[in-house]
């Protein structure tokens, strides 16, 4: 019996499968909670991890990462202890991180994005809800100029508020709270009433609210959206999770969008340390597609970041074709996309 031919797409289409159901490498970036802000040429990455305060990662890649150590420390806040799930943004001539420390918000600011970052005031949210426990703050600055707080309260299980940020960005304006949303769906509330981690994108003339749901213990947390016509207005949720037990990963969730290099909206999230184990929680990037009632997440195999050492510049002449050494004291090459090569290892330059 002859063999069957096969064209060259159908091979190519079979590769491609493959690829996508292969195993992911594990990610070597214990972030949860993750946030990257793109800052120049290079991406910083913040989240929860560090007893000490917030620790930042960054990369010119998305794929190799340096430690970059603390960019908050305890000692720059009133707080000692459960420091999470912040978020960086670059804002009147400096840089603004939204934060949880011991179930209150926070805002703290420094003229770097590698800090360090100093604490300003006390409780964000004390003039609406006074020292009322709360976590997980996102802000949404709008094209108007208007910038909204989403953040979690414990009213009923973990469910969202929202409120109008004063021109300071940090100071919640007077009658502006408002419930968003709660669990309601039958996905959302396998393991604890949890609706939490908000993050909105705009797309065009909608919004697209997204959020994470059920405890983070549970293997089916995931990832939802919801959809809306004004930032400061109603959500009518989609009925399934765009993200969840997605390639292999399980506990995916408490995620945040971004811009890449290339203008494409990407999703970095975390994930179970394995399919036995919760922690430590790690960092994994995708990318994603915003249309008008949703956000879809590419089937592509996502990002696993990997941990490198940071790589020196050496002074060159001007107009010479730069080449670079790394903390070894080997000469490195240029490559592609901000890469450079070692004895036949990629690094990233920093």
Same mark, same amino acid.
């Given at each position: 019996?002859?063999?069957?031919?096969?064209?060259?797409?159908? #091979?190519?289409?079979?590769?491609?499968? $493959?690829?996508?159901?292969?195993?992911?490498?594990?990610?070597?970036?214990?972030?949860?909670?993750?946030?990257?802000? $793109?800052?120049?040429?290079?991406?910083?990455?913040?989240?929860?991890?560090?007893?000490?305060?917030?620790?930042?990662?960054?990369?010119?890649?998305?794929?190799?990462?340096?430690?970059?150590?603390?960019?908050?420390?305890?000692?720059?806040?009133?707080?000692?202890?459960?420091?999470?799930?912040?978020?960086?943004?670059?804002?009147?001539?400096?840089?603004?991180?939204?934060?949880?420390?011991?179930?209150?918000?926070?805002?703290?600011?420094?003229?770097?994005?590698?800090?360090?970052?100093?604490?300003?005031?006390?409780?964000?949210?004390?003039?609406? #809800?006074?020292?009322?426990?709360?976590?997980?703050?996102?802000?949404?600055?709008?094209?108007?100029?208007?910038?909204?707080?989403?953040?979690?309260?414990?009213?009923?299980?973990?469910?969202?508020?929202?409120?109008?940020?004063?021109?300071?960005? #940090?100071?919640?304006?007077?009658?502006?709270?408002?419930?968003?949303?709660?669990?309601?769906?039958?996905?959302?509330?396998?393991?604890?009433?949890?609706?939490?981690?908000?993050?909105?994108?705009?797309?065009?003339?909608?919004?697209?609210?997204?959020?994470?749901?059920?405890?983070?213990?549970?293997?089916?947390?995931?990832?939802?959206?919801?959809?809306?016509?004004?930032?400061?207005?109603?959500?009518?949720?989609?009925?399934?999770?765009?993200?969840?037990?997605?390639?292999?990963?399980?506990?995916?969730?408490?995620?945040?969008?971004?811009?890449?290099?290339?203008?494409?909206?990407?999703?970095?999230?975390?994930?179970?340390?394995?399919?036995?184990?919760?922690?430590?929680?790690?960092?994994?990037?995708?990318?994603?597609?915003?249309?008008?009632?949703? #956000?879809?997440?590419?089937?592509?195999?996502?990002?696993?970041?990997?941990?490198?050492?940071?790589?020196?510049?050496?002074?060159?002449?001007?107009?010479?074709?730069?080449?670079?050494?790394?903390?070894?004291?080997?000469?490195?090459?240029?490559?592609?996309?901000?890469?450079?090569?070692?004895?036949?290892?990629?690094?990233?330059?920093?």
């Amino acid at each position: 019996m002859p063999l069957k031919r096969f064209s060259l797409l159908t #091979i190519l289409a079979l590769f491609a499968t $493959l690829a996508n159901h292969a195993q992911l490498p594990v990610s070597q970036v214990p972030l949860a909670d993750p946030y990257i802000l $793109l800052d120049g040429d290079t991406y910083y990455a913040y989240g929860t991890n560090n007893a000490n305060g917030i620790e930042y990662w960054r990369s010119r890649d998305l794929q190799n990462w340096v430690y970059g150590g603390l960019a908050l420390s305890k000692n720059s806040t009133t707080e000692k202890q459960w420091f999470w799930a912040p978020e960086v943004y670059f804002k009147n001539g400096q840089y603004y991180m939204y934060f949880s420390a011991n179930e209150h918000l926070f805002v703290a600011t420094a003229s770097s994005p590698r800090g360090p970052f100093k604490q300003v005031g006390g409780y964000m949210m004390e003039n609406l #809800i006074g020292d009322e426990k709360c976590i997980d703050s996102s802000v949404f600055f709008d094209e108007d100029g208007k910038a909204y707080c989403f953040f979690v309260r414990f009213t009923d299980g973990n469910c969202i508020w929202r409120c109008e940020l004063d021109s300071d960005y #940090i100071t919640p304006l007077p009658g502006t709270l408002k419930h968003c949303i709660s669990v309601s769906l039958d996905w959302e509330n396998k393991l604890g009433r949890v609706c939490e981690g908000p993050f909105v994108v705009k797309h065009g003339r909608v919004y697209l609210f997204t959020y994470s749901a059920n405890d983070y213990r549970s293997q089916d947390y995931g990832v939802g959206c919801a959809r809306g016509t004004r930032a400061n207005g109603t959500w009518t949720k989609t009925p399934k999770p765009i993200l969840q037990r997605a390639q292999g990963l399980v506990g995916t969730g408490h995620h945040s969008f971004f811009t890449d290099k290339e203008g494409q909206l990407r999703i970095v999230f975390h994930a179970h340390n394995s399919t036995e184990t919760v922690a430590p929680r790690l960092m994994y990037i995708g990318r994603a597609e915003a249309s008008a009632s949703t #956000i879809k997440i590419s089937s592509e195999p996502f990002i696993s970041p990997q941990k490198v050492s940071s790589a020196v510049e050496a002074p060159t002449a001007q107009n010479q074709i730069p080449c670079y050494y790394d903390l070894t004291g080997r000469r490195t090459l240029p490559l592609k996309g901000g890469l450079y090569i070692t004895d036949g290892r990629k690094v990233a330059l920093h």
